[in-house]
Every structure is written in structure tokens, then in C-alpha cells.
């Protein structure tokens, strides 16, 4: 099984440009969350997908929109992108809203 | 607001030792809890999860505990081992959503 798969890995973008980060889960989960982690602020919720065909803000969701296109993929856009974006961020899901969390290998992301 | 606060923020003890790992929270409301390890520029393994029923989980030299009225969590880890060097963290699940702390970054010297 691979779990939870992020593409791409790496990329570096200019100011201003836009990209999509990838998510996709094999493990048949209801919930999907995008998360952001900066050093020293630790692990930081962007936006989730409590289940298929709806999504809910989190901590940090201003800069970014999410599409859940179906049960296994949970994408994330940065349409203008800024500095303050440069990041590394995950895609985890869990089977339930409460439950146990997977994550993937995380998705490096630097904003020039 | 749920916060969610590790201490200590970094620990370095001898192989072989013994050691304990904290995680506190202020909204006692939480549904379950987990820890995690990250190792250096990978993602997060779950270790063990608790429910809110339940008061700790062991997973061969791992044990967790929670004291879900005094808003705390305790990760022990026996018999310590190089292998063992990582960043643990904790994360509270409220409604919907797991809350993170800053995480414990461990070295365990040989």
C-alpha cells in the first residue's frame, strides 16, 4: 500500500506564480487535511475535508484553496504565491474525523 | 482556542536511559490523541493513538498516557536508543481537526 502520496516533492516558484499540490490516498479515508510546517510554529492546519464534498477552513487558510475532486484526492492551490509561503507542507488523512492520522512524505515548497 | 504545548522543547540523554515526554492542552473537550515521530526532512509516523475512553496505549518500549481532566499527556520511552533520536510530537483532536504542539526533539547519545 502506498498510504499517502504528495507530488511534487520539490518546487520553486517566483512571486506571483500559481501551482497545485497533489494528494491522493489508497486507504479508502473519509477525512483529508492540508497542513503547513515552518520552523519553531510547528505543524499548522491549512484546510480539511471532513468527507467527500465538503471542505472547512483551518488555522491558516488565507492564499490557499482546496478541491476534494473525489474520495482519494485532496488537492491545494496557491494561486498568487508569496514568500510567505515557503513552507513544507503535508497531506495527511484519517478514516474518521477522529481518527487515527497518515501522512505523507510532504511536499517542499520555496517562493522566491 | 485549543493550545497544545511540549516540554521540554529538546532533551540529549546517554543510551540506555530511561525518559518521559510531555504534551499539555488547554481544552480538557478533546476526542483522542496521538504522538508522533519525525525524523529530519521526512514526514510524520504515528506511534500510538489514545482514545478518550481509554488512559494509555503501549506499543513495545512506548507507552502513553492520558489525563484528559488535568489536560495532559505523557510519552515514555524505556531503554532509550540512538535509533530512537527524532522529533516526537502530539496532537489533540477537538472537532474535525488535530491541533499540534511544537514538538520534543530528542538525541539519544551512544
Known amino acids: 500500500n502506498a498510504g499517502v502520496t504528495q507530488t511534487p516533492k520539490f518546487q520553486v516558484l517566483k512571486t506571483g506564480q500559481s501551482m497545485t499540490l497533489q494528494c491522493a490516498q489508497d486507504?479508502?479515508?473519509?477525512?483529508m487535511y492540508w497542513y503547513r510546517q515552518d520552523p519553531g510554529m510547528g505543524l499548522r492546519l491549512i484546510y480539511y475535508s471532513a468527507s467527500e464534498g465538503t471542505t472547512d477552513k483551518g488555522e491558516v487558510p488565507n492564499g490557499y484553496n482546496v478541491s476534494r475532486l473525489n474520495k482519494r484526492e485532496f488537492s491545494l492551490r496557491l494561486e498568487s504565491a508569496a514568500p510567505s509561503q515557503t513552507s513544507v507542507y503535508f497531506c495527511?488523512?484519517?478514516?474518521?474525523?477522529?481518527?487515527?492520522?497518515?501522512f505523507g512524505e510532504g511536499s517542499r515548497l520555496t517562493v522566491l | 482556542k485549543q493550545e497544545v504545548t511540549q516540554i521540554p522543547a529538546a532533551l540529549s540523554v546517554p543510551e540506555g536511559e530511561n525518559l518521559v515526554l510531555n504534551c499539555s492542552f488547554t481544552d480538557s473537550a478533546i476526542y483522542n490523541l496521538q504522538w508522533f515521530r519525525q525524523d529530519p526532512g521526512k514526514g510524520l509516523t504515528s506511534l500510538l493513538l489514545i482514545q478518550s475512553s481509554q488512559r494509555e496505549q503501549t506499543s513495545g518500549r512506548l507507552n502513553a498516557s492520558l489525563d484528559k481532566s488535568s489536560g495532559r499527556s505523557t510519552l515514555y520511552i524505556a531503554a532509550s536508543q540512538p535509533g530512537d533520536s527524532a522529533t516526537y510530537l502530539c496532537a489533540v483532536d477537538g472537532t474535525y481537526k488535530y491541533i499540534f504542539g511544537t514538538g520534543t526533539r530528542l538525541k539519544v547519545l551512544a
Open positions: 486507504m479508502n479515508h473519509n477525512s
Open positions: 495527511a488523512s484519517s478514516s474518521v474525523s477522529a481518527g487515527e492520522l497518515f
